[in-house]
């Protein structure tokens, strides 16, 4: 069982930047995949970015290649998500959650999600 809690998130003009951090209870942290979702109003939940257990492998959405970034410290059982160029379209609720199965990763545990919103 994990249980995953976003935070970082906010108000921020285009442009900035924000990092978002996912941090997970539970020992068994370090074998899980682990990716970030985010839900715009009135659109269905896509997937942004994820990252294999031990953190060798990462794969993006492409609306957010070259602008973010996901990395994970299993010490700290944390997963981030690095937001850079922020622009108006990425606003959202964003999601983190955990899985099994690389690369086709079937997530099992999500959190609770952490608002993002980009002014113009």
């Known amino acids: 069982q994990v249980q995953l809690v976003e935070s970082g998130g906010g108000l921020v003009q285009a442009g900035g930047s924000l990092r978002l951090s996912c941090a997970a209870s539970g020992r068994t942290f370090g074998s899980y995949h682990m990716g970030w979702f985010r839900q715009a109003p009135g659109k269905e939940r896509e997937f942004v970015a994820r990252i294999s257990w031990g953190g060798r492998s990462t794969y993006y959405v492409d609306s957010v290649k070259g602008r973010f970034k996901i990395s994970r410290d299993d010490a700290k059982n944390t997963v981030y998500l690095q937001m850079n160029s922020l622009k108006p379209e990425d606003t959202a609720v964003y999601y983190c959650?955990?899985?099994?199965?690389?690369?086709?990763?079937?997530?099992?545990?999500w959190g609770p999600g952490t608002q993002v919103t980009v002014s113009s």
């Open positions: 959650a955990a899985g099994s199965n690389w690369p086709q990763v079937v997530y099992d545990y």
